[in-house]
């Protein structure tokens, strides 16, 4: 008997890609539930939804009256979920059909593989072609925790969350914050309880933003409150990440090794920080943005990330990153 896979879908003002949810259905792996949650849109998301759902099994469609943020909607789903297998899956992505298949596949003959991740090719909306293509292949070379987690605090892609992961193994995590950056706070706890693995058989099409989010912006869409604390949010992060590694069941010696390698995330961090803020303050407009983008390629790039359009890619990654001017 097939193991059960459970994909939650939260949703919010998600109307014009309802009809996409049939995609879902149609990979070849069946055994299959959708938690489908509506957090408090304003359009006819929820309408359209029960229509196209309508006499469907293994489906369950919940609704809010208010909009209580990304991180209650998508912890919200995968509470709801009772297959071995868990996945979150927003509507603008599209998955190749053997999606599903082939992580079961994998994380059935690995039973030590937490989060199974495809190939991701990550496009932007009204642009043409690939933004960049990436996976997580190097993760399989972190054999102990420590390495593990070392690759899930500065190598891990953040489009990478959207695999499929082992549900007791999710359900021992803290999911997802209430704050900005929330979501990727819960994979370096994943990769405390297991192997993260890459899968080159299949792939997935992430759909990013025309435009990112300004931080006013993402504060209201992971907690869905208006106004943001007067906190430098790394405070917010960095907290998490102490508290998240100091709940763990580990014994306090392995804890201590780890909180080592955190602080040293931390003080890279840092330096980075004040390096960029150093550059950002030159006086010459070329050297500035020539020195924001070599510094960007130092600290901040991520070498699983193969670019595909080099002008795209300044313009919509590493301009908002490093805050040159006229970027995306």
């Known amino acids: 008997m097939r193991p059960l896979v459970s994909i939650g879908v939260p949703l919010y003002n998600a109307q014009k890609y309802a009809r996409r949810i049939r995609n879902l259905w149609r990979q070849t792996y069946p055994a299959i539930e959708l938690i489908c949650s509506d957090n408090g849109s304003t359009d006819q998301t929820l309408s359209a939804l029960r229509t196209i759902l309508r006499g469907r099994k293994n489906v369950t469609l919940l609704s ?28 603008d992505d599209h998955r190749a059909s053997n999606f599903i298949e082939k992580c079961v596949e994998l994380m059935e003959n690995r039973p030590e593989v937490v989060l199974a991740v495809p190939t991701v090719h990550v496009a932007v909306e009204r642009q043409p072609g690939r933004l960049y293509t990436v996976d997580v292949r190097d993760a399989s070379q972190a054999a102990s925790r420590k390495e593990r987690f070392a690759y899930a605090l500065n190598r891990f892609p953040a489009v990478g969350l959207y695999g499929l992961f082992r549900t007791d193994a999710l ?158």
């Open 171 to 328: 359900a021992q995590t803290r999911l997802m914050a209430p704050m900005p950056g929330g979501d990727l706070l819960l994979i370096p706890e994943i990769a405390l309880l297991g192997h993260i693995q890459h899968v080159p058989e299949t792939n997935l099409i992430y759909s990013g933003r025309f435009r990112w989010n300004s931080p006013e912006e993402d504060y209201r869409a992971f907690t869905g409150k208006t106004e943001r604390p007067p906190t430098w949010p790394g405070i917010w992060i960095w907290r998490e990440k102490i508290l998240r590694l100091g709940s763990t069941r580990l014994g306090w010696p392995e804890k201590s090794r780890l909180f080592l390698t955190l602080f040293a995330h931390l003080q890279r961090e840092v330096v980075f920080r004040l390096a960029k803020k150093l550059a950002q303050g030159l006086p010459h407009r070329r050297t500035r943005a020539w020195m924001l983008e070599k510094l960007y390629f130092l600290g901040w790039w991520n070498p699983a990330v193969r670019i595909r359009n080099r002008h795209l890619y300044r313009a919509r990654v590493i301009g908002p990153v490093m805050g040159l001017p006229g970027a995306a």
């Open 64 to 91: 809010s009256a208010v909009n209580r943020g990304l991180s209650h909607n998508f912890n919200r789903v995968f509470r709801r979920a009772r297959g071995k297998y868990f996945m979150w899956a927003s509507l």
